[in-house]
């Protein structure tokens, strides 16, 4: 946690150093890739206490062991099987649509939340799909109906108790796109239904630590893109404007997708930019526009977007056309950061603000919720892209007083994104989990930047005074982080039973919390390294202990109120009969006589192969894992041999699909 301390004169003690070598209990010691300047987690190696957990060291073995154990369950109870193995059958896709009724509330749900982010599917085409569907099921387009279920698959992630079986319908989609011809066209229904998929795992990356398991899936994106020339302007083809803008707002939407994950995961944009010289969207209703050459479009004006949502894709692809080089030129090995850089891009920042409408502008104040996320993203990506830049100045060079103008600009990138955090974070259930699955590597990356910069302004200060702003004090600075921290922890350890990623990042804030927590008041004590070493190993097990306990609290409660769960059966459990955490960790107290049943915790492997086991499991025993760590996990049903119609209909019903 404290960064560049040995600049400062303070040098680690020799049990110190010995703490800080890697523990034999790590399962790999040798890295095989290098992450890049952008990745979330990059502030990480300059906050030796967090990089000293990291990686293992002696003194977070004992802690680090039984944080396996607890990440090992949430694999487990989060793991979605492959179904590649199966005979799977495009033909089969409209029996995993639910009724009508719930379709459209779904389809609803969806274009209320993530429509108004990624404007590529309107709402009309999807009813039209879904009228073809249940009116006449045989001609129906299995891209059409592919791109139904994702977009129901999506619109669950905001239901904690529907988001499993949503990542269920969006894998069977998967392995069909891999396996069946039918869906395998490049079309821009093809391409549509693959950025539905890229959405559904950017959003299952924020709990499950699979961010490269999109690699497949926007590779294929990637692929299906280019072979219909989505990266050109639609006017050499001679298309309708309904399908010129459709194609527009496909690639600025797909541009944004490529370009987020490729800063999320720290790796170079593999797009050349000077080939694409297809034009941003325009402002106009797509409904109102011919869809057929010289016939005019009689649609009704219902599902009209509105204009926020228009100018704010409008402003989003600008702002992705600015990043791009940027993005490029960071994860370069041949180009270097320079001071010119970060002048021209503020100063094309500042013009696009110039251009952009007032609820968009930072720090505007507005009630409606969507337009609080759409200006967040804004603001964030914005303050993000800063941040990475002026850190780049900083982090992994010793301290010293000429750095203080560049760590008071990451302090205010940093702290902008935490606050529009907190401020999402206090919202409706929908808003919130939007907020968390849209911002949650850009808030990570801040909270740990923003340690990182008080901890060397701490060590460049020997006064109070950080600045020529009064109200900006090193003990103004401290507190306000530490808010920000606290709150963190206790957002994500509600979250951490949802996966790995989840969990990991639980205790990382909880470690961070501590130790920051603790880094004013004991920054000039003798042995400052041990001390804050300490306190780091205290505040990770004490962490992993409430995980666990919260953990075991909702999985009692869930046995509690379904006994079914508690019981290895043939019954129907699936995640949809699971309740919120924020229902039952607060609220349920832990039963210290909890029976736990082998074969019960044993049944998602059932559907697993032997590859996907070992994947998850790393080696580690089974039966001594189950026996040790005592939390019973939901019963997932395996699926039937798809050849068989009448009992895949029966499956279909029974798991609630």
């Known amino acids: 946690m404290l960064s560049g301390v040995s600049g400062a004169g303070f040098e680690a003690s020799e049990p110190v150093r010995q703490s800080l070598q890697p523990s034999l209990c790590s399962r790999r010691i040798v890295k095989t890739r290098l992450i890049g300047r952008t990745h979330w987690r990059i502030p990480c190696n300059d906050l030796i206490v967090l990089k000293a957990m990291l990686e293992k060291t002696n003194k977070f073995a004992d802690c680090q062991k039984e944080f396996r154990k607890l990440k090992l369950w949430t694999k487990v109870a989060n793991a979605i099987p492959s179904l590649i193995s199966m005979m799977i059958d495009a033909s089969s896709l409209p029996s995993l649509l639910p009724d009508r009724k719930t379709c459209e509330e779904r389809i609803s749900e969806y274009c209320q939340t993530y429509g108004h982010i990624y404007d590529f599917v309107d709402a009309k085409s ?12 045989a001609d129906t387009n299995p891209v059409d109906v592919s791109k139904l279920i994702l977009v129901i698959a999506i619109a669950m992630q905001s239901d904690d108790a529907e988001r499993l079986n949503g990542r269920k319908l969006a894998r069977y ?10 869906l395998q066209k490049p079309c821009i229904g093809t391409v549509q239904a693959l950025l ?34 989505l990266h050109r302007d639609p006017a050499l083809f001679g298309v309708t404007s309904y399908h010129a803008e459709v194609r527009k707002r496909l690639w600025a939407c797909f541009f944004r997708l490529n370009l987020d994950y490729c800063i999320r995961s720290g790796t170079s944009l593999a797009l050349r930019l000077e080939d694409i010289d297809c034009p941003l ?24 977007p509105s204009n926020s949502d228009l100018t704010f894709g409008i402003t989003a692809a600008k702002l992705a056309k600015i ?25 094309a920042f500042k013009a696009l603000k110039v251009t952009m409408p007032s609820y968009l502008q930072p720090g505007a104040n507005t009630m409606d919720p969507i337009q609080e996320i759409q200006q967040s993203l804004i603001t964030a990506t914005i303050n993000t892209v800063m941040l990475i830049i002026s850190s780049h100045f900083v982090m992994g060079l010793p301290f010293n ?42 808030t990570c990356r801040a909270a740990f930047t923003a340690s990182m910069v008080l901890s060397r302004l701490r060590n460049i200060e020997s006064d109070s005074a950080i600045s020529t702003r009064p109200q900006h004090t090193l003990s103004t600075f401290h507190e306000s982080l530490v808010g920000y921290l606290t709150h963190l922890y206790h957002f994500w350890l509600a979250k ?80 949809s009969t699971l309740p919120t955490p924020d229902s039952t960790v607060d609220s349920v107290m832990a039963n210290p006589g909890m029976a736990f049943d082998e074969g019960r915790l044993a049944d998602p492997f059932a559907q697993m192969s032997d590859a996907e086991c070992a994947d998850i499991m790393g080696g580690v025993d089974f039966a001594s894992f189950a026996a040790d760590f005592a939390m019973p996990l939901p019963l997932v049903e395996h699926p039937p041999a798809l050849n068989d119609a009448d009992t895949f209909a029966k499956w279909v019903e029974e798991v609630r699909f």
Request: hydrophobic share 40%.
């Open 126 to 137: 999807l009813t039209d799909a879904l009228n073809t569907v249940c009116s006449s099921p």
């Open 196 to 229: 539905l998929l890229v959405i559904i795992k950017m959003i299952a990356s924020s709990d499950t630590d699979k961010m490269y398991g999109m690699l497949s899936i926007l590779g294929l994106t990637t692929q299906a893109a280019h072979s219909i020339s």
């Open 496 to 575: 951490s039973h949802q996966g790995s990623i989840a969990a990991k990042t639980c205790l990382l804030f909880g470690v961070i919390q501590a130790v920051t927590s603790h880094l004013l008041t004991d920054f000039n004590s003798p042995r400052v390294l041990d001390k804050l070493l300490g306190v780091g190993v205290g505040a990770a097990e004490r962490t992993v202990a409430e995980m666990k306990q919260a953990m075991q609290r909702r999985s009692y409660h869930l046995t509690f109120t379904n006994p079914s769960l508690g019981t290895c059966s043939n019954s129907s459990a699936t995640a």
């Open 173 to 182: 989609v998967e392995d069909c796109y891999h396996s069946s011809s039918l």
């Open 401 to 442: 007083v000429s750095q203080r103008s560049d760590l008071l600009d990451i302090w205010d990138n940093a702290i902008s994104i935490l606050h529009l955090f907190h401020n999402l974070s206090q919202h409706t259930p929908h808003t919130r989990n939007l907020a968390y699955h849209l911002l949650w590597s850009d």
């Open 323 to 347: 990043i791009a080089p940027v993005q490029q030129a960071i994860c370069s090995t041949s180009k270097t950061i320079s001071v010119d850089l970060q002048k021209d891009v503020r100063e």
């Open 281 to 304: 969207p325009t402002d106009v209703n797509i409904n109102t526009l011919n869809i057929i050459a010289r016939k005019p479009n009689n649609a009704a004006e219902t599902d009209k």
